[in-house]
């Protein structure tokens, strides 16, 4: 797979993690705030995304999926926003919020509203058909480096999110320690990895 093992097991992990937290506090009852309910219905959200935006990818549908990895760092800035008390009703987040994001958001956006077509031809990868003439083809078709690039940041959103509804754990339940010390080893090493791999950089 293009992807490498370093996306792809990071990838994995980092669902375990999720399926880890939601596991041990199914069911039961967190404080109650309108700010943390928003920020649980806002993670629900984006988890309920995250296997189709991977078929996106991976089945050549690079214009979805940009538009749904543009929609997942909107969801990362509103919970942001929430969090410190910044957000409005209709308003559209501000991904600066959100280290790292500005550049993507930037870059995805440019590709989910198709206004350059030089750059669809890009990733879509045109081909020659004659000597005389190119096209793209009408079916999805798999492009490794653009593939990869887009699951480059389907993995980032999914490490940050991880982040997020570990800190929602926390305050929904303060007296109780509801992170081990393994969940939180696990996620740095996870992050220290796809770094070290060049996969993502926690720069802004």
């Not at 939601?22 to 967190?30: E, F, T, W, Y």
């Not at 219905?41 to 214009?63: R, V």
């Not at 750059?119 to 798999?142: H, K, N």
């Amino acid at each position: 797979m293009a992807y490498g093992d370093v996306l792809l097991g990071a990838r994995m992990v980092l669902v375990g993690l999720v399926a880890a937290l939601l596991h041990d506090h199914s069911g039961v009852p967190g404080k109650v705030e309108p700010g943390l309910s928003e920020r649980i219905t806002l993670m629900a959200g984006f988890l309920h995304g995250i296997g189709a935006t991977e078929d996106l990818i991976s089945e050549g549908q690079y214009i979805k999926a940009a538009a749904a990895l543009k929609q997942d760092l909107e969801i990362l800035a509103r919970l942001r926003e929430v969090q410190e008390g910044n957000h409005r009703a209709g308003r559209v987040p501000n991904v600066r919020a959100v280290p790292g994001a500005g550049r993507l958001y930037g870059a995805l956006n440019d590709v989910a509203h198709p206004s350059n077509p030089r750059l669809l031809e890009l990733l879509m990868e045109r081909r020659a058909v004659t000597d005389a003439a190119a096209g793209v083809s009408p079916l999805p078709t798999f492009v490794p480096r653009t593939a990869v690039e887009l699951y480059e940041v389907h993995v980032w959103s999914l490490l940050m999110m991880s982040r997020e509804l570990a800190t929602l754990v926390q305050e929904l339940y303060p007296e109780e320690r509801a992170l081990s010390n393994e969940w939180v080893t696990t996620w740095a090493s996870q992050a220290a990895r796809l770094e070290e791999a060049g996969h993502i950089s926690t720069k802004s």
